[in-house]
């Protein structure tokens, strides 16, 4: 996977600064690593893990919206995935369309810190214009 973060900004994986900052998806790498999940040494970004989830599984499998559950990854792109081409969050809660909760960072509420959210408030620009994936960590 590309890899666009530094451990600088937040810190290590095992002992993260909690003054420190990344964005969307060096959030859910870290969730992940923290997790004992195999995602490598540094965070990746939203259109890799896209792609790993349809294809490679390196750490993500797709998985169909009905299968979800507490843990899982949501990862939107509508280019690229880079800065606000792109979303990733995990999910809080069984499936629920556009009301299914997630924790994020960032996300449409204009909040840059980890909170919990729903797919359409946070995705609602996104998800009518994007590519949705939900994928499930790979062990």
């Not at 973060?5 to 790498?29: M, Q, Y």
């Not at 924790?103 to 919990?116: A, F, K, P, Q, T």
Request: a positive charge; glycine letters at 12%; proline letters at 4%.
């Amino acid at each position: 996977m590309e890899q666009v973060h530094t451990e600088l900004i937040f810190g290590s994986w095992r002992h993260p600064n909690k003054n420190g900052s990344t964005d969307c998806s060096g959030f859910v790498w870290i969730v992940m690593k923290r997790a004992g999940y195999r995602v490598g040494n540094a965070p990746f970004f939203t259109l890799p893990m896209e792609r790993d989830a349809k294809s490679t599984h390196g750490y993500l499998k797709k998985i169909s919206a009905k299968n979800i559950r507490p843990g899982d990854i949501v990862i939107v792109n509508t280019g690229n995935g880079v800065g606000q081409n792109g979303h990733a969050a995990i999910v809080d809660g069984k499936y629920d369309g556009w009301d299914t909760q997630i924790i994020e960072e960032g996300g449409n509420l204009g909040v840059d810190d980890v909170h919990r959210s729903s797919l359409g408030s946070s995705l609602s620009d996104k998800l009518a214009k994007g590519r949705i994936t939900y994928a499930r960590p790979v062990k």
